[in-house]
């Protein structure tokens, strides 16, 4: 087994990371104010892409701006609380933002795991040398692996599929030819009516040299507004199958089966993760979680990061109340929020050990990458 498919036995894709950080589970389930282990943000709601699919056109909601001190103040309280990563994704692009390398390398020179999800057509190339030394993963957005469909898909002329490919073959050069720890990978939300491009991307993540591609589901709020039908998920199997043998020694496909084939339900009715992985919007909100950005949730919403440091909304009241209520019986995460959350993974533990009785798990082996990232 080379080196590199022995590190991606490690990587988990369908799961979770609690298991390697039992002392904040164990602090939370005492009843302490615990700190997020990762926080899942963007440093705007801008967008270049129109994507077919997007679930940020659900989660309008008043916008601040997002400055440099804004962004700073932020990293620097998050690492000053215990948060161990932020992942710059959540509901905008954050290559929208001047003051993207910055961040990712001011919070990585705060002691935080950065990683940055993007569709990469504004990631500026020659800035490529300066991220990658500081980013735990890099992730492309990728629903095709052919240009028009790709225009279709994203909403975009299909110039942007070929300069989001040379991005991706930069990233890898510069990699490889620095031995970066960093990994590149392809995700492509997965709608049924995308099972035609499965193949075709799988194929085109292996010539660029990425390290993996991730194939999940689609969400869709409690209205279905976008659409998905998740009983179509069942017919495409086969084509997941044919992808994940594709697999090689340097690059692993992976479908998220777990929500794939879960039938957009789940399990449990009391939100217990957002307070270990947390979700702001763009706008510099701080809620729950990306599925209560909008405003009409506006009773979940805890606060601003423009307007009041992070630090402060942490340790206030309104913070915890919150995380108090949605996991209360005045909340249904069944009927109330969208499905397949980020924290749904997150939740479906530690709903086994909040009503099911399960222990909570202490894994003594070795740590998955991207262990900040839950």
């Given at each position: 087994m080379t080196t590199q498919h022995a590190q991606d036995q490690q990587?988990?894709?369908?799961?979770?990371?609690?298991?390697?950080?039992?002392?904040?589970?164990?602090?939370?389930?005492?009843?302490?104010?615990?700190?997020?282990?990762?926080?899942?943000?963007?440093?705007?709601?801008?967008?270049?892409?129109?994507?077919?699919y997007c679930y940020g056109q659900l989660q309008a909601n008043d916008e601040q701006h997002m400055t440099r001190d804004v962004i700073f103040r932020f990293l620097d309280d998050a690492a000053e609380i215990g948060v161990k990563g932020?992942?710059?994704?959540?509901?905008?692009?954050?290559?929208?933002?001047?003051?993207?390398a910055e961040a990712i390398i001011k919070?990585?020179?705060?002691?935080?795991?950065?990683?940055?999800?993007?569709?990469g057509y504004m990631?500026?190339?020659?800035?490529?040398?300066?991220?990658?030394?500081?980013?735990?993963y890099l992730r492309f957005n990728i629903s095709a692996g052919e240009a028009k469909r790709y225009a279709e898909i994203h909403g975009v002329a299909e110039k942007c599929f070929h300069?989001?490919?040379?991005?991706?073959?930069?990233?890898?050069?510069?990699?490889?030819?620095?031995?970066?720890?960093?990994t590149v990978g392809l995700q492509m939300v997965l709608m049924p009516a995308f099972r035609d491009q499965i193949l075709p991307l799988v194929t085109l993540g292996r010539e660029l040299g990425a390290d993996y591609l991730v194939i999940k589901h689609c969400s869709d709020d409690e209205n279905?507004?976008?659409?998905?039908?998740?009983?179509?998920?069942?017919?495409?199997?086969?084509?997941?199958e044919a992808a994940e043998v594709l697999s090689t020694d340097s690059y692993m496909v992976r479908a998220k089966w777990s929500k794939i084939l879960s039938g957009g339900k789940r399990g449990y009715s009391s939100?217990?993760?957002?307070?270990?992985?947390?979700?702001?919007?763009?706008?510099?909100?701080?809620?729950?979680c990306g599925m209560l950005f909008n405003s009409k949730y506006e009773k979940y919403h805890i606060g601003n990061i423009a307007e009041t440091p992070f630090k402060e909304l942490w340790q206030s009241e309104r913070y915890w109340e919150v995380m108090d209520l949605i996991r209360?019986?005045?909340?249904?995460?069944?009927?109330?929020?969208?499905?397949?959350?980020?924290?749904?993974?997150?939740?479906?533990?530690?709903h086994g050990i909040k009503e099911l009785g399960a222990a909570p798990a202490r894994s003594d082996a070795a740590a998955p990458m991207h262990l900040n990232f839950i």
């Open positions: 990587i988990i894709l369908d799961g979770h990371k609690l298991a390697w950080h039992h002392e904040r589970v164990e602090a939370w389930l005492r009843g302490e104010r615990i700190a997020p282990i990762t926080i899942d943000c963007a440093l705007t709601r801008k967008c270049s892409y129109r994507c077919t932020v992942s710059l994704v959540s509901d905008g692009e954050s290559t929208c933002s001047p003051h993207l919070g990585d020179e705060n002691g935080l795991s950065m990683a940055l999800g993007t569709n990631l500026e190339d020659d800035r490529l040398e300066d991220i990658l030394p500081h980013l735990t300069k989001v490919c040379g991005t991706i073959k930069k990233a890898m050069r510069i990699k490889r030819e620095r031995n970066l720890p960093v279905h507004s976008l659409g998905v039908d998740y009983s179509k998920y069942n017919e495409l199997v086969s084509e997941l939100c217990y993760g957002p307070p270990f992985i947390i979700q702001f919007s763009g706008s510099g909100l701080v809620a729950p209360s019986d005045k909340f249904d995460a069944k009927t109330m929020c969208g499905s397949l959350c980020l924290q749904h993974k997150v939740n479906e533990y530690l």
